[in-house]
């Protein structure tokens, strides 16, 4: 599997994971924190290789 598909799939789990139940700020702190750096990463991915925005983003 790609990175880029890798990381698309890590930052979709991550933000449906972040809507749980029961999840305290700090885990929310936490995970948001690194969704954020798997967005990044995906941006760089996508200058680096040149791939096209999606729309689902």
Known sequence: MKEYKRQH??????EHYIQREG???KDIAQE???LNE???DI???K???GI???VSE
């Not at 799939?9 to 991550?14: C, F, G, Y």
């Open 38 to 40: 798997v967005k990044e």
């Open 43 to 45: 941006k760089n991915m």
């Open 23 to 25: 999840a305290t700020e």
């Open 9 to 14: 799939i890590i930052k979709h789990a991550l």
């Open 32 to 34: 948001t924190r690194l």
């Open 47 to 49: 200058e680096r290789y």
């Open 52 to 54: 096209r925005s999606e």
